[in-house]
């Protein structure tokens, strides 16, 4: 684990959170990832980088259920979750944001919350509805406060999502994923579209859940200062094949990936 | 040999049917393919240009060309153009189910129109579009086996010139790209240098003659020009553009052609009195779009294109329960309970026998119309087959009255038995994308009307089966007045259901779901199971309105009460009010029995006067007789089909656009300023210029 490697070659000495092994898919004909395989231990943050269309969002879209992968086995908690729908992964504590901000219109931030929170502990459903007993528990709501709290929102919390700034979406996506207490988190490109201070806060709430939580972290992204900061590991994805995998500051060093990723000029 | 000779024959005979399933299936999938819109009204309009044809042909004796080009062409552009700059130009950008609303509206208004127009005598024997009078007034070859009549050769002729027409000119290329382009966004291509006006409206008027061909083409096959026969031709021609995944043309056309040929294969070869020949033949468009559907999995992870330039419309209008200051909402529920115990009153004193049973007719409708809410306001599917599922609960209720079971239980097993319907038909249907899942349920309502309705262990025979009114810890419900309290109590408690759901964790659940899919499944959320559960139980309240209705009308009476038309009037009816509002519920269930009595009565006077003067003539005569029996009804239906296009800008219904516009008014009558300025910390952000119409964000 200390040098940059070729791609599969490290094997995991204890059982990791998540395994993705030999992961492909392709699109009529066009192969979008070939025989990719990643691992991440609980607690850990690791960072997934790569040009445009290197297949990163074609990787999270397969682990997290989205889309079926053509090959591959991905293994959470040492279970296979081959053919489980999105949802059923969640449950099992895959959270994740998305790159284009999704949130729910007409739900302020705090109903985002307690909706999450709800759908996560399978505590819906209609006799509860009928017989009125749907009204928020209060400790629903102090789990809600905690997480509001956390990052920052108290402030916006009965604001309608769509009246709140791309960067304040994206929080309130990561608090709807956080609320669900995943074990390991998904954050596609959680700074694009932030300015400079706002991709602060963000790495800094990051460094906050992941200590405070030990959540394991799979960030994708294209900001190199903002992967330096905060990622121990670092895989690194071109035209859909893994290119170089290690730790985060000696894979931005190293030859090959300034190649793909800046250009083969420098 | 024979068996092979006569399969060539019947092939022969399905192929011009087939050919006018193709030509409108052609007209539908251009127009979705180039406007977003999937038009249902395609067979209203069809109707339209049939019954047009029929007029100056049969009526007005013009000459076989003229009334053509007036009938096809003529009323086909006029429509068209109509269509889009009056409605669908305003909408482009609309979510493809906020059109498909539209349509349905016009589906609904537009036969009636006509109706209007041209007068509800019967038009018997439609004219061939051919210079003869009938149709088998011309045989080709004059004998043999394999005669064509002159409506199927002009049907031949007329597919030919248009399958050529159309390939030479989407050869052209750029016309066929600009087409497509403007359905991905019309800002696009017009920051292009293109007219997007321009080529929408020659998608339009494109599509538009297809449909009006067609209906002139298969006239001649009906007995009579009957607007409900082209809901058949629709099916028909639906089932041909989703084998085309409704973008293929070439492959809607084959798919009309291959369906017109099975059915005339079926209709040879079937034993003419087998249970197959007479349920599967005329059902076989309704089979063949289900299986469609139900096999296509490509459907299920589409998603609908959205307009990459739609951010900068501005977010829709906040809805009036945050405009409203709470004393607002307070005096809103005071007034409700004041109307509502005024009407009651009323009911009980003052009004006559007719209105009271107006009143109660509305009010037990008004329970079928709650599913609606439930289905369309809470859930986000559009169904067309609620009527169906109130049948289902009618002919239940009847049959087990009938065992010595009381009424109100017997009410029960029926809503039990369409709640089980729906979950069958739920489970097959609710995984596809919002449009199919309409159209599925349109083809099972249609299915349910031609197929399942006819047999005597569903209906219970074909003299509607009685259901007496309930008594109840020995109270008798039999008479009007009574009967209304207990159908009042019905949809109070029914109306609390819903608003239970509807604001309740599953309400909260279909919200996020509606919101972003993609989200709501990554925090564990299951769309597909709440969907189905909100569907179930609005089959389980329309079943129990069903029985309702059945037992205050005295029998389970399939075309008074819920033929599939009736469906479609009530989801319009419904979304036009308000889907989510259990009010509007009720207020579309009231209106729906008291508007056409209030026209009727307020317009009895020519009819009196054409009684006591019947030497009047001219034009104060045709005038006159314009108020014939059932015209209200038809008014009413055209109203409540153009309410219809009010949707698109108000999806949250009139009822709450028009209840904002009236608290803004009384809140700045007292000076208060509007609740949400009080709690948002920040000015608002949006610095639009606020003469653009609002986005369409939708209910589904």
Redesign the interface.
């Known amino acids: 684990m200390t040098a940059v490697t070729t791609p599969a070659a490290s094997t995991p000495a204890v059982t990791p959170l998540l395994f993705a092994s030999g992961m492909g898919k392709s699109y009529q004909g066009i192969a979008a990832l070939i025989d990719v395989t990643i691992s991440v231990d609980a607690g850990e943050l690791v960072a997934l980088i790569g040009p445009n269309g290197a297949g990163k969002s074609t990787l999270f879209d397969c682990m997290?259920?989205?889309q079926t992968p053509d090959r591959g086995v991905v293994r959470f908690d040492g279970r296979d979750l081959a053919g489980m729908?999105?949802?059923?992964r969640?449950?099992l504590g895959l959270?994740?944001t998305?790159q284009r901000i999704?949130?729910?219109?007409?739900?302020t931030v705090r109903?985002h919350l307690?909706?999450?929170d709800?759908?996560?502990r399978?505590?819906?459903?209609?006799l509860?509805?009928?017989t009125?007993r749907?009204r928020p528990r209060p400790e629903e709501l102090d789990r809600c406060e905690a997480v509001l709290e956390q990052l920052g929102l108290t402030?916006d919390a009965?604001?309608?999502?769509?009246?709140l700034?791309l960067g304040r979406g994206r929080v309130v996506?990561l608090a709807?994923?956080l609320i669900?207490q995943p074990r390991l988190l998904f954050l596609d490109e959680p700074s694009s579209g932030l300015d400079e201070s706002e991709t602060d806060e963000m790495a800094e709430v990051l460094e906050a859940i992941r200590q405070e939580r030990e959540i394991a972290i799979v960030l994708c992204e294209h900001d190199v200062a903002f992967v330096e900061r905060l990622a121990s590991r670092t895989y690194v994805l071109d035209t859909g094949r893994l290119i170089a995998e290690g730790p985060t500051r000696e894979v931005m060093a190293s030859e090959v990936v300034r190649a793909a990723y800046l250009g083969d000029g420098i | 040999m024979s068996n092979l000779g006569n399969f060539a024959q019947y092939a022969i005979q399905g192929i011009p049917l087939g050919c006018v399933f193709a030509l409108l299936a052609m007209g539908l999938t251009l127009n979705y393919k180039t406007s977003g819109v999937f038009n249902l009204a395609f067979a209203a309009q069809a109707y339209a240009s049939a019954a047009t044809f029929y007029v100056l042909r049969k009526e007005h004796a013009w000459n076989l060309f003229p009334a053509a080009f007036v009938a096809i062409v003529v009323l086909g552009c006029v429509m068209a153009l109509a269509l889009d700059r009056l409605i669908y130009r305003h909408q482009r950008t609309a979510p493809a189910l906020a059109k498909l609303v539209t349509s349905l509206g016009l589906l609904v208004a537009l036969p009636q129109i006509v109706l209007l127009i041209i007068g509800g005598h019967a038009k018997v024997n439609p004219p061939p579009l051919w210079p003869v009078k009938r149709s088998d007034d011309f045989l080709w070859p004059a004998s043999g086996r394999f005669v064509l009549d002159a409506s199927q050769i002009a049907t031949l002729v007329a597919t030919g010139v248009v399958v050529i027409g159309l390939w030479l000119f989407f050869r052209r290329g750029a016309v066929g790209l600009r087409m497509r382009a403007v359905v991905e966004s019309p800002r696009l291509l017009q920051l292009q240098g293109v007219d997007a006006e321009r080529v929408s409206r020659l998608s339009w008027v494109l599509s538009s003659v297809l449909a009006s061909l067609a209906g002139v083409l298969i006239a001649p096959l009906f007995a009579q020009v009957n607007s409900l026969d082209f809901f058949t031709l629709l099916v028909a021609a639906i089932a041909a553009c989703v084998m085309g995944n409704l973008t293929s043309i070439p492959i809607a056309f084959l798919g009309g052609l291959g369906l017109g040929v099975l059915q005339a294969e079926l209709a040879g070869f079937l034993p003419t009195n087998s249970v197959l020949s007479t349920g599967l033949r005329p059902s076989l468009p309704f089979v063949v779009l289900f299986v469609l559907l139900f096999m296509r999995r490509s459907l299920r992870t589409r998603r609908a294109a959205a307009d990459p330039l739609g951010g900068v419309d501005p977010?829709p209008p906040?809805p009036a329960a945050d405009v409203r200051p709470a004393w607002m909402t307070r005096a809103t529920h005071v007034f409700a309970g004041v109307v509502i115990a005024g009407g009651l009153a009323l009911c009980m004193w003052v009004l006559d026998d007719f209105w009271v049973g107006r009143v109660t007719a509305g009010v037990c409708l008004a329970v079928v119309l709650l599913s609606l809410t439930l289905t369309i306001g809470v859930g986000g599917t559009i169904s067309l087959c609620q009527a169906s599922f109130a049948a289902v609960g009618a002919f239940a209720t009847a049959q087990v009255v009938h065992h010595g079971v009381s009424v109100m239980a017997a009410m029960a097993v029926g809503a039990l038995i369409a709640a089980v319907v729906g979950l069958v038909l739920g489970a097959a249907i609710l995984h596809l994308p919002g449009i199919y899942a309409a159209l599925a349920t349109l083809a099972f309502a249609l299915m349910f009307e031609a197929v399942l309705v006819p047999l005597d262990w569903v209906s219970g025979g074909s003299t509607p089966a009685a259901v007496p009114r309930p008594v109840i810890a020995g109270i008798d419900f039999a008479s009007d007045r009574s009967f209304l309290l207990l159908a009042c109590v019905c949809v109070a408690v029914l109306g609390l259901?819903v608003m239970?759901?509807r604001?309740?964790?599953?309400?909260?659940?279909l919200?996020?779901v509606?919101?972003?899919d993609?989200?709501?499944?990554?925090?564990?959320?299951?769309?597909a199971r709440?969907q189905l559960?909100v569907f179930v139980?609005g089959a389980a309240v329309a079943g129990f309105g069903g029985g309702l209705v059945a037992c205050y009308s005295g029998a389970a009476n399939y075309p008074e009460s819920f033929t599939f038309f009736f469906s479609l009037v009530w989801v319009v009816l419904v979304i036009t009010a308000g889907a989510r509002l259990v009010q509007a519920a009720i207020i579309g269930g009231v209106t729906f029995f008291l508007f056409p009595a209030l026209l009727d009565k307020l317009f009895s006077w020519p009819g009196t006067y054409l009684t006591a003067h019947p030497d009047t003539s001219g034009f104060a005569r045709s005038f006159l007789s314009f108020f014939n029996p059932g015209w209200s009804l038809g008014v009413a239906f055209i109203l409540f089909g153009l309410g219809a296009l009010t949707y698109a800008k108000h999806p949250e219904g009139v009822i709450e656009a028009q209840g904002s516009l009236v608290a803004a008014r009384i809140a700045r009558l007292f000076g208060s300023k509007p609740a949400t300025d009080s709690?948002?910390?920040e000015p608002?952000?949006d610095l639009r210029p606020p003469d653009v119409a609002p986005s369409m964000?939708v209910v589904a």
Request: aromatic letters at 6%.
């Open positions: 997290s259920g989205v729908a999105q949802f059923r969640a449950r959270g994740r998305f999704e949130l729910f219109p007409g739900l109903d307690l909706v999450a709800r759908a996560q399978r505590r819906g459903g209609m509860r509805d009928l009125f749907s402030r009965d604001r309608p999502a769509e009246a700034s996506e709807r994923a669900c | 977010p906040p259901v239970a759901i604001d309740g964790t599953t309400g909260r659940f919200d996020a509606r919101g972003s993609m989200a709501a499944r990554s925090i564990g959320i299951n769309p709440q559960v139980a709690t948002s910390p608002p952000t964000d």
